[in-house]
T-cell receptor, first 111, second 114 residues
Framework: RKEVEQDPGPFNVPEGATVAFNCTYSNSASQSFFWYRQDCRKEPKLLMSVYSSGNEDGRFTAQLNRASQYISLLIRDSKLSDSATYLCVLEPRGATNKLIFGTGTLLAVQP | EPEVTQTPSHQVTQMGQEVILRCVPISNHLYFYWYRQILGQKVEFLVSFYNNEISEKSEIFDDQFSVERPDGSNFTLKIRSTKLEDSAMYFC????????????FGQGTRLTVV
């Protein structure tokens, strides 16, 4: 089983739509979780950390379910500028900030 | 806004040659990293570096690879005897600390081995 699994997509949605991405991970000892965004041929950029209590940043909501080893990202009111690859990322327990990346989910927001 | 800078942006090298990829991390950061991304694949951890020594490395980071912080500002990745399969985007990153601390990535160096 892969350490981090994501649906590669693409997710093609109209502007204004709500879209949700899911991610599962295999190592129950994973400590920290993040969503990164990567534009085509660019570097990954942190979108948000993911906490067990769930957290929201504007149009973005992230959830973590440790029991099911499942992470989600919800994007409301999609904008054209949201088009990118969304990377589910975890930091294993005890690691020195080594990040484990999923393959990413491609989102294309259509006008 | 502080940023991680990498040079060159694109490097083409012949198989068997040595390359050095350069990075200037954010100035007050203490932890430095190299990641790579083969075209169409996921970002993969190579190595982390703290207090002038390697703190962790992946299976990918074998004897062909080495890292150095020669002058207190630059952080370099040396790849000896390059192979075709070393062609990838190499990202440098830095962070202030560990444990849920944001890692800032440079824009990457695209290495093409021909």
């Amino acid at each position: 089983r892969k350490e981090v699994e994501q649906d590669p997509g693409p997710f093609n949605v109209p502007e204004g739509a709500t879209v949700a991405f899911n991610c599962t991970y295999s190592n129950s000892a994973s400590q920290s979780f993040f969503w990164y965004r990567q534009d085509c041929r660019k570097e990954p950029k942190l979108l948000m950390s993911v906490y067990s209590s769930g957290n929201e940043d504007g149009r973005f909501t992230a959830q973590l379910n440790r029991a099911s080893q499942y992470i989600s990202l919800l994007i409301r009111d999609s904008k054209l500028s949201d088009s990118a690859t969304y990377l589910c990322v975890l930091e294993p327990r005890g690691a020195t900030n080594k990040l484990i990346f999923g393959t990413g989910t491609l989102l294309a927001v259509q006008p | 806004e502080p940023e991680v800078t990498q040079t060159p942006s694109h490097q083409v090298t012949q198989m068997g040659q040595e390359v050095i990829l350069r990075c200037v991390p954010i100035s007050n950061h203490l932890y430095f990293y190299w990641y790579r991304q083969i075209l169409g694949q996921k970002v993969e951890f190579l190595v982390s570096f703290y207090n002038n020594e390697i703190s962790e490395k992946s299976e990918i980071f074998d004897d062909q690879f080495s890292v150095e912080r020669p002058d207190g500002s630059n952080f370099t990745l040396k790849i000896r005897s390059t192979k075709l399969e070393d062609s990838a985007m190499y990202f440098c990153a830095s962070s202030l600390g560990v444990l849920n601390t944001e890692a800032f990535f440079g824009q990457g160096t695209r290495l093409t081995v021909v």
